[in-house]
């Protein structure tokens, strides 16, 4: 009797232990499957953990962005446990399949460009998301998207598009973009009651009535769209903004009372009589390139106008007209040969003029413009600054002093574009539009506060001392081999040159890198040459060259600058290395020697002569403690010589500028978290540091004392302090929100943070 018992029990404990090992881990702790090792990468990158370890559910939650461009991402499975991903970029992939992002309800801002999607799913509950990229697809219905009642934008280019009926219920859309597709009937569109801009190059364009009443309307963008009657524009009030080149436009008798408008583009169309414009003084940017025009007298009133081009209008023989004009800083008047170059010299010096015959005494006379080939990246931003874009947009994998001292690699990614080859006209108030817009990253509204960079190699025959020329609109900023030669962050538009600036090219290749903004809105245009005689040619893409790099630049990224030291630091006392570069002396030894060397040489730009940069503090991995050591140590060896000297006075001036000013207790990271967490500081002074961790209530969880620390920041995950989420026994504690206290000397602040289990 007691053996059956025995045995029953047995049994049973067999049973129980196969149900638990049949039962599942909790659902926070499964493995989530990613079948598609590209995509697994990306998200296993966004979370911080090796490309190979486990991602969990309860990981994936975190998840709050991903970018992943240009991966070869062909499968989304898996992609659904990212419940509260907000931001998504997959442009330039082999994506067809969507559905697993059908239950993302917290998405904002989706990118699908250039992928392989023909049909969408029902994506109704991305009640969310504001923002749909989906150009360079296969797409022909868009009916699925009939539920995204919050979209603010939608960009729909290269597509097989021709019923936009099912948008006619997203009245929260701001702008709609949509070039090369069959047809665009705007009819649906009459509701939109939202609606500010809509682009649409090389789109044939019927019922335009139907968003001439809509009273935000502010910018219609259509580039050979078929365009002849605009009848139905007498309606738009509120437009202030109407490109229309490449149509067949004749009469512009229905824009007589737009007096909002400030922008108008009428290049390449069929207009000889301007009286319409009369009275529109409002305008200060005004294309007529192409057109049959005669007489230019209607334009003499526009006292606001500075940029005019009137140019291939070969009737035209008399601009005397427009002389008085108060503003006017351009006008083209390229191939009119009928007009006297003579009664050009009526208008004032600060006048840009391009005529074959005329060259303003107050600019150098000019070469011809560098085409191409050029490689181009754009990245969000809302002007050109003293900021790097390309940084922030690469996360670090390309600078512009890197990518003005090395050039620009095709194919390579910079944040949601890649660098791609495309010639820039040399004519037209409008060419970058039209570069971004046949690179398929849309024109106008969607590539508003955004940053177009161009990158491009010359060769010189010799060293010349010369004069750069440029035109942009709005900001632009150039380097020429690593070095910024010329800033200008304004508003304006361009058709030719408008600035000049001298420059150095060195013999052999020289790099060139241009950046240009579109902070005005409306048209966007950049001209880049030299004055007429300088000796060079462009170099094809791909060609190979040497760029010198000093010793001191260990990282070889063109700048000398902390990064380095943090190489040469990181093999202190090594006699070998996998880094030969951190010898930086070549004496077969790493040490206070080489760190001084490179300190001597802090913020100078590699392949350039140029004076030192600023010190900056572009990473904070480096630790004030360990340059107070570097400091130390060199004045031991300190031989007097030039190199010590100055070595030691850049680290003492970069140790300054790692000192913050105030202390300061930071938000922890993650958070929420589950179940470790990162709480940073800073301190301004030596203190003794305590924190305190309490529940909601105010009882005391966890104590943890870090004793006396110097000054400096404590940002970093190796420097900021750690808790586990246990309290001082060593439990793990429930989840909830809980406040955590810094003491530091006199010093005391409270924050708060949630853990969820």
């Known amino acids: 009797?007691?053996?059956?018992?025995?045995?029953?029990?047995?049994?049973?404990?067999?049973?129980?232990?196969?149900?638990?090992?049949?039962?599942?881990?909790?659902?926070?702790a499964q493995t989530v499957n990613i079948p598609d090792t590209n995509l697994r990468a990306a998200i296993a990158e966004a979370l911080g953990k090796a490309p190979n370890a486990r991602i969990t559910v309860d990981e994936m939650t975190t998840l709050r962005e991903l970018h992943a461009v240009s991966i070869d991402i062909k499968n989304l499975a898996g992609l659904e446990a990212a419940v509260n991903l907000e931001d998504l970029n997959l442009h330039n992939n082999a994506i067809s399949d969507i559905s697993p992002l059908t239950g993302l309800t917290k998405l904002r801002h989706i990118g699908l460009e250039e992928n392989v999607i023909t049909d969408l799913p029902r994506l109704e509950k991305l009640i969310s998301l504001e923002e749909l990229h989906l150009g360079r697809n296969l797409i022909t219905d868009l009916s699925p998207l009939e539920g995204l009642i919050n979209l603010r934008g939608i960009s729909l280019h290269h597509n097989a598009i021709s019923d936009l009926s099912p948008l006619a219920g997203l009245v929260k859309l701001e702008w709609i973009g949509m070039s090369d597709n069959p047809l665009a009937d705007l009819a649906p569109l009459s509701g939109l009651t939202n609606l500010r801009n809509f682009h649409g190059w090389g789109t044939p364009i019927v019922n335009l009535a139907g968003i001439a009443k809509l009273p935000k309307l502010r910018e219609i963008n259509v580039c050979g769209g078929g365009i002849s009657d605009l009848s139905s524009l007498a309606d738009a009030k509120g437009l202030k903004e109407l490109y229309l080149p490449g149509n067949e436009v004749s009469d512009l008798s229905p824009l007589k009372g737009l007096t909002n408008l400030t922008r108008l583009s009428f290049e390449h169309n069929q207009i000889s009589d301007l009286s319409p414009l009369e009275g529109l003084n409002n305008?200060?940017?005004?294309?007529?390139?192409?057109?049959?025009?005669?007489?230019?007298?209607?334009?003499?009133?526009?006292?606001?106008?500075?940029?005019?081009?009137?140019?291939?209008?070969?009737?035209?023989?008399?601009?005397?007209?427009?002389?008085?004009?108060?503003?006017?800083?351009?006008?083209?008047?390229?191939?009119?040969?009928?007009?006297?170059?003579?009664?050009?010299?009526?208008?004032?010096?600060?006048?840009?003029?391009?005529?074959?015959?005329?060259?303003?005494?107050?600019?150098?006379?000019?070469?011809?413009?560098?085409?191409?080939?050029?490689?181009?990246?754009?990245?969000?931003?809302?002007?050109?600054?003293?900021?790097?874009?390309?940084?922030?947009?690469?996360?670090?994998?390309?600078?512009?002093?890197?990518?003005?001292?090395?050039?620009?690699?095709?194919?390579?990614?910079?944040?949601?574009?890649?660098?791609?080859?495309?010639?820039?006209?040399?004519?037209?108030?409008?060419?970058?539009?039209?570069?971004?817009?046949?690179?398929?990253?849309?024109?106008?509204s969607e590539v508003y506060d955004h940053v177009v960079y161009g990158s491009a190699t010359l060769n010189s025959p010799r060293k010349q001392e010369t004069t750069m020329l440029v035109g942009s609109g709005d900001g632009v900023?150039?380097?020429?081999?690593?070095?910024?030669?010329?800033?200008?962050?304004?508003?304006?538009?361009?058709?030719?040159?408008?600035?000049?600036?001298?420059?150095?090219?060195?013999?052999?290749?020289?790099?060139?890198?241009?950046?240009?903004d579109n902070r005005g809105h409306g048209a966007f245009s950049g001209f880049f040459g030299f004055a007429k005689d300088t000796d060079y040619t462009v170099n094809p893409i791909g060609k190979k060259f040497t760029v010198q790099i000093p010793a001191w630049d260990v990282n070889r990224d063109g700048e000398t600058n902390i990064l380095d030291l943090i190489l040469v630091g990181q093999d202190f006392g090594k006699l070998r290395s996998t880094n030969a570069r951190t010898d930086v002396?070549?004496?077969?030894?790493?040490?206070?020697?080489?760190?001084?060397?490179?300190?001597?040489?802090?913020?100078?730009?590699?392949?350039?002569?140029?004076?030192?940069?600023?010190?900056?503090?572009?990473?904070?991995?480096?630790?004030p403690a360990i340059i107070r050591g570097w400091i130390a140590q060199a004045q031991i060896e300190n031989d007097g010589s030039l190199a010590f000297q100055q070595g030691i006075a850049n680290l003492e001036r970069l140790l300054a500028l790692m000192?913050?000013?105030?202390?300061?207790?930071?938000?922890?990271?993650?958070?929420?978290?589950?179940?470790?967490?990162?709480?940073?500081?800073?301190?301004?002074?030596?203190?003794?540091?305590?924190?305190?961790?309490?529940?909601?209530?105010?009882?005391?969880?966890?104590?943890?004392?870090?004793?006396?620390?110097?000054?400096?920041?404590?940002?970093?995950?190796?420097?900021?302090?750690?808790?586990?989420?246990?309290?001082?026994?060593?439990?793990?504690?429930?989840?909830?929100?809980?406040f955590y206290t810094l003491i530091a000397g006199d010093f005391t602040a409270t924050r708060k943070m949630l853990i969820m289990k």
């Open 283 to 444: 305008l200060t940017w005004v294309d007529l390139r192409d057109n049959r025009v005669s007489d230019v007298s209607p334009l003499a009133t526009l006292d606001n106008l500075t940029w005019l081009d009137l140019s291939q209008n070969a009737a035209i023989t008399d601009v005397s007209a427009l002389a008085p004009l108060p503003n006017l800083t351009w006008m083209g008047l390229a191939e009119n040969t009928g007009i006297d170059a003579s009664q050009l010299e009526r208008f004032s010096a600060t006048t840009s003029i391009l005529h074959s015959d005329f060259v303003n005494s107050a600019f150098p006379e000019a070469g011809p413009k560098i085409v191409g080939p050029w490689l181009w990246a754009i990245v969000p931003g809302a002007g050109v600054s003293n900021a790097d874009l390309l940084e922030k947009a690469s996360k670090g994998a390309a600078t512009e002093v890197k990518v003005s001292t090395f050039g620009a690699t095709e194919g390579k990614p910079v944040g949601g574009s890649k660098w791609t080859a495309h010639n820039l006209a040399p004519v037209g108030g409008d060419n970058i539009n039209e570069m971004t817009d046949a690179l398929g990253w849309g024109s106008g």
């Open 585 to 623: 002396n070549k004496d077969g030894r790493r040490n206070i020697s080489d760190l001084v060397l490179v300190a001597q040489h802090l913020g100078e730009l590699s392949g350039v002569s140029a004076a030192p940069s600023a010190l900056a503090i572009g990473d904070m991995r480096l630790d």
């Open 477 to 516: 900023k150039v380097w020429l081999n690593g070095e910024v030669v010329h800033y200008n962050p304004t508003e304006r538009g361009a058709g030719d040159y408008q600035d000049a600036f001298p420059v150095t090219l060195k013999q052999g290749t020289n790099v060139l890198l241009v950046a240009v």
């Open 1 to 28: 009797m007691q053996l059956a018992k025995t045995q029953h029990i047995f049994v049973c404990t067999l049973g129980l232990c196969a149900v638990l090992f049949l039962i599942p881990l909790t659902t926070s």
């Open 659 to 738: 000192t913050p000013r105030e202390t300061q207790l930071l938000a922890n990271y993650p958070n929420p978290f589950n179940p470790e967490t990162w709480i940073p500081y800073q301190l301004s002074e030596p203190a003794e540091v305590t924190l305190h961790i309490y529940t909601i209530g105010g009882t005391l969880v966890r104590t943890l004392n870090l004793g006396h620390q110097p000054a400096g920041l404590y940002h970093q995950r190796n420097r900021a302090v750690y808790w586990d989420g246990k309290n001082a026994v060593g439990e793990s504690v429930a989840s909830g929100i809980y």
